[in-house]
Antibody, heavy 121, light 112 residues
Framework: QVQLQESGPGLVKPSQTLSLTCTVS??????????WSWIRQHPGKGLEWIGY???????YYNPSLKSRVTISVDTSKNQFSLKLSSVTAADTAVYYC?????????????WGRGTLVTVSS | QSVLTQPPSVSAAPGQKVTISCSGS????????VSWYQQLPGTAPKLLIY???KRPSGIPDRFSGSKSGTSATLGITGLQTGDEADYYC?????????????FGGGTKLTVL
């Protein structure tokens, strides 16, 4: 079955760029109809959607994070990635990659286990 | 402050039924489908309900969803201790010029 796994540094310094990768196994990231997404959860808080990428490369970002977010895809490696620039302590969170469906409406049917990223000097 | 409003906590005894509400507006729940997620302690969220009332394969029919106007409800019957978790609702919100996926603040279910 399809599985998602996040990877990347668990500690990032303030003002630097957070970089995470999600590896999709058991299925192709190029399968149509799925929106490969990033979602984060601040410690003890709720969920915040960061954005998505379609296998074709089209992206959509949360308006509140848009100026700092870049999501890219590497179909040859079956991976998609997140870059969040100019991080502060407020970006400390568990970051999840997830498979989104948008027809007829949005939901996330598959999630990675999540990875904690701490922003600290 | 979440766009969707959920009660912070609910509780009920094993075997009983509980409902969790999710309140929004015409820019989100009122015009879009709602999904629900279960997050067991220390784990990732898991899809429970999509398109208001549909259950993914493997989700028992003890879990149900409904929507009326600008509110949605998750129902759980035959409560088990293993149902203790945080529950989140989610939907699309078009209040900004560019839309956004939004979630409720989460509801902690305690099975007494």
């Amino acid at each position: 079955q399809v599985q998602l796994q996040e990877s990347g540094p668990g500690l990032v310094k303030p003002s630097q760029t957070l970089s995470l990768t999600c590896t999709v196994s058991g299925g192709s990231i190029s399968s149509g109809g799925y929106y490969w997404s990033w979602i984060r959860q601040h410690p003890g808080k709720g969920l915040e959607w960061i954005g998505y990428i379609y296998y074709s490369g089209s992206t959509y970002y949360n308006p509140s994070l848009k100026s700092r977010v870049t999501i890219s895809v590497d179909t040859s490696k079956n991976q998609f990635s997140l870059k969040l620039s100019s991080v502060t302590a407020a970006d400390t969170a568990v970051y999840y990659c997830a498979r989104g469906r948008a027809s007829p409406d949005w939901y996330f049917d598959l999630w990675g286990r999540g990875t904690l990223v701490t922003v600290s000097s | 402050q979440s766009v969707l409003t959920q009660p912070p906590s609910v509780s009920a005894a094993p075997g009983q039924k509980v409902t969790i509400s999710c309140s929004g507006s015409s820019s989100n729940i009122g015009n879009n489908y709602v999904s629900w997620y279960q997050q067991l302690p220390g784990t990732a969220p898991k899809l429970l309900i999509y398109e208001n009332n549909k259950r993914p394969s493997g989700i028992p029919d003890r879990f149900s969803g409904s929507k009326s106007g600008t509110s949605a409800t998750l129902g759980i019957t035959g409560l088990q201790t293993g149902d203790e978790a945080d529950y989140y609702c989610g939907t699309w919100d078009s209040s900004l010029s560019a839309g956004d996926v939004v979630f409720g603040g989460g509801t902690k279910l305690t099975v007494l």
